[in-house]
């Protein structure tokens, strides 16, 4: 038995709440699109939160960084409506920029707050290898805004916030070298590869083919964890409690 199974967390597909923080305008297609799928179609409210402006994405015919933006807010809009998604929130921080983790989780602290979810996906940033410093930035500050959006010495209510203290119960790390929850998302997967189509300034270019394979084999092996005997595609996360964000050594292996 897991500390998950002891406190009578709900599966991660029997939420009716959920935020997503991507620190880019695609990383919640890539990694976790058929699971968002999941949710939303079963009436689970899907919330975004997009940390970085993704200016640093650029492409040979278009290298300014106020336009990327702008092609990429509109590209961002476009995958959310195929996913389902509630409502978009923008932190605006500069993509690859010197902003502080602090900073982030500050504000996911007053969001976590004010929206209240059940479960939030992000990036693992424990994922050894990442060398992307947003990944890791922004991984470390849901951490830390899950562990202290409870906690009102530390993040008193302010004058922008006055939402009462709130304990996110669960997250869901994707993009994880250590996954211990795996979604059958067989019947939408072509959705979700549409989905990351819909950022056509990242992915529809000559690399696709390639990329579109790895996807394809990705979601087939985290499948055969899922069920060694049969054939299809998932989703894998690691999915922690709260409370194994802080001085639980069996975290890695839960
Ligand atoms: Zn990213």
Redesign the pocket.
């Known amino acids: 038995m897991n500390l998950r199974d002891l406190l009578a967390l709900p599966s991660i597909l029997d939420v009716k709440r959920v935020i997503a923080v991507q ?2 305008p695609d ?1 919640n297609e890539v990694n976790a699109a058929g699971t968002l799928m999941k949710l939303s179609r079963a009436g689970c409210e899907v919330i975004y939160v997009t940390v970085t402006d993704g200016r640093a994405g650029g492409w040979p015919s278009v290298q300014n960084p106020e336009e990327i933006v702008r092609v990429r807010t509109e590209e961002k809009r476009e995958a959310g409506l195929k996913i389902g998604v509630a409502k978009h929130i923008d932190l605006g921080f500069p993509d690859g920029g010197d902003y502080s983790g602090e900073e982030v989780t500050l504000r996911l602290v007053e969001i976590f707050r004010q929206e209240r979810p059940e479960l939030v996906f992000c990036v693992d940033p424990w994922m050894p290898y990442e060398a ?1 410093p ?2 890791i930035k922004v991984g470390h500050a849901v951490a830390k805004a899950i562990l202290f959006s409870n906690n009102a010495i530390l993040y008193p209510p302010s004058a922008d916030c006055s939402a009462s203290p709130y304990q996110v119960p669960q997250i869901a790390w994707y993009a994880t070298s250590y996954p211990n929850t795996h979604v059958d998302i067989t019947n939408e997967f072509e959705e979700k590869l549409e989905s990351i189509l819909a950022h056509r300034s990242q992915f529809d270019n000559e690399t696709w083919p390639l990329v579109k394979q790895y996807f394809e084999l990705s979601a087939e092996s985290a499948f055969q964890l899922l069920s060694p005997s049969s054939k299809g595609r998932a989703e894998s996360f690691k999915v922690l409690s709260n409370l194994e964000l802080h001085s639980i050594p069996s975290t890695i292996f839960s």
């Open positions: 620190p880019h990383d992307h947003d990944h």
